[in-house]
């Protein structure tokens, strides 16, 4: 039964307290103190997807975004290296960048501090020099690059979990992900609880259901399978029908069992990626509020260049297919915010075992 706002543990005691076979209690989805905990202890603390790197091929690229109220700066720097930095002014805290582009040297607008590409302070025009803090950079946050994503943590002390990402490694080294194209990425604003949308993309039980046109065909939930996770991850193939068009355009040790399924992955929290010979596409997920999350999606293709036509046509299909999970999700808010719900059994692990991996993450990292 959903309950408003109950004290956060009594809400992390339903999440240990409920089976592993069922899907969570609603108060996990709708109530406001665990969703601030959440927030303070899995996005504090864990490794969250920025974007791609070659969003940011050249030094001098640059984009930001907002992470839990804290404006960020991703860069590519004049040696090459990729850095997440804090966009705050150490001045008087203005947002030194907006949007993206390319630039020599960051400059504050307001008034016109100025920082190297890698957050080294440069110059505070009209400022004594004595009256200059000893270290004036912008802070640089915890950063590493991974199959051509970008992923940062704002917990200084958080160690990327190499180990437990190599079983996923393995499963996908064929496609050699990190040296697909960046095409396009779209940010938008989704109504429903974060967890809800990585569920939803790691659900293989709904392919048939709310795909009915654009997935079915191509992967029917009969032919999901469920791989091998970890601690850090979770995934599972989705096998495609033999009606299902070739994948002509991939690397060459794509294997042909690999060109007739695409990878579902989700790396614990946040991100979530659909990977098939000729093409990536990703969702990196942050909690707004308990109904509202941050959707940053994009696309990267094996081909080096797509006619306009040609990557019309791949991001139209993936649009119309946000847009049913999307509608879908919103959809599901609302039931799950009903005081007469109550959680039901999960199908078998082809279909729903994703959902059991990522539960019990939150069990894990979420402890009483």
Same mark, same amino acid.
């Given at each position: ?15 240990? @307290? ?18 601030? =905990?959440?927030? $303070? ?27 839990? &109220?804290?404006? /960020?700066?991703?860069? *590519? ?12 002014? *150490? ?14 040297? %960051? *400059?504050?607008?307001? !008034?016109?501090?100025?920082?190297? %590409? ?7 025009? =009209?400022? &004594? ?10 802070? +640089?946050?915890? +950063? !590493? ?27 996908? &080294? ?24 990585? @569920? ?17 065909? #191509? ?18 193939? &989705?096998?495609?029908?033999? +009606? ?34 000729? +093409? ?25 260049? #797509?006619? $306009? ?22 959809? #599901? ?12 059994? /999960? ?11 990522f539960h019990q993450y939150l069990r894990k990292e979420l402890s009483l």
């Open positions: 039964m959903n309950t408003e706002h109950l004290p956060a543990q009594d809400v992390v005691r339903q999440l240990h @307290e409920s089976s592993s076979d069922y899907g969570l209690p609603s108060s996990c989805y709708t109530d406001k103190t665990f969703h601030d =905990l959440e927030l $303070e202890t899995l996005f504090a603390h864990s490794w969250h997807c920025a974007g791609r790197c070659d969003e940011i091929p050249e030094p001098g690229d640059y984009f930001t975004l907002d992470f839990t &109220a804290e404006p /960020l700066l991703v860069t *590519r720097t004049q040696s090459g290296d990729v850095a997440v930095l804090s966009n705050v002014c *150490r001045h008087r805290g203005m947002p030194v960048m907006s949007g993206n582009g390319n630039a020599k040297r %960051l *400059r504050c607008p307001y !008034h016109a501090w100025s920082y190297d %590409l890698d957050g080294t302070f440069r110059s505070a025009p =009209l400022v &004594a020099k004595e009256h200059l803090k000893t270290n004036c950079n912008l802070p +640089t946050l915890n +950063t !590493h690059c991974w199959q051509g994503f970008i992923f940062f943590s704002m917990d200084a002390s958080a160690i990327w979990p190499s180990g437990l990402l190599s079983s996923l490694e393995s499963q996908i &080294a064929n496609y050699h992900m990190d040296e697909m194209h960046y095409a396009i990425h779209i940010e938008e604003i989704w109504e429903c609880n974060w967890k809800s949308l990585v @569920e939803n993309f790691m659900d293989g039980y709904h392919l048939s259901v709310v795909h009915p046109q654009t997935l079915h065909p #191509l992967t029917p939930t009969g032919l999901c399978k469920k791989l091998p996770g970890s601690n850090a991850y979770t995934a599972y193939s &989705a096998q495609y029908a033999n +009606t299902a068009p070739e994948r002509e355009h991939h690397h060459s040790d794509v294997t042909d069992s690999e060109r007739r399924q695409s990878q579902l992955f989700c790396i614990f929290p946040s991100l979530v990626a659909s990977l098939s010979a000729d +093409t990536l596409v990703y969702l990196s997920v942050q909690p707004l509020e308990v109904n509202r999350v941050f959707v940053k999606w994009g696309i990267s293709v094996f081909e080096s260049e #797509l006619t $306009e036509k040609e990557l019309t046509e791949r991001v139209e299909k993936w649009k119309e297919i946000n847009r049913e999970d999307h509608w879908i999700l919103q959809r #599901l808010t609302a039931g799950l915010n009903s005081k007469k719900f109550t959680n039901g059994p /999960l199908a078998l692990d082809d279909y729903e075992g994703t959902l059991r991996d």
